[in-house]
């Protein structure tokens, strides 16, 4: 019966989870985004990879960055990515390790730009609100990481 109780409580909190991600993006979806929660699992072992280090990237430090700076280094970088624009991403958010990460297209991503760093409230500072953008293969990825310091840009 405990156990029971357990697993429910968890559900009830991914669910709650859920909400709150899909109320965030109401703007979004309204100016029309799509996107879908990614696979728990698959989730969970992307983001440990790309915090892991383990992926041969660029990487740079960059001064704390606000929305609208990492928005203009996002696009920037994207440039170099164009012929992934139907390509399937992970975009991730506080809460990715507890539901999932969200798919949608890269060039999605890019057009809902500006929504998107809000739903992920990139402006606290903090890691787990860092932009974190990864082809589910690990074929690309763009990231800028909250750091102690300033943040750190990472993509391959």
Known sequence: ???RLIEKLAENK???LMSE???KLVPCAERGFTYRFADLAQSRQLLELVLSNSIPANTREVDALEKTEAKQLIWKISQSYVAYDD???LLFHQYSSEIGALVCSFGKCLEHLDCLLECIEFDEGILNHSFILVEPKCQFGLCILHTEYGCELVYW
């Open 14 to 16: 991914r669910r709650l």
């Open 21 to 23: 991600i899909k109320e």
């Open 87 to 89: 390509r399937d991403v």
């Open 1 to 3: 019966m405990q156990k």
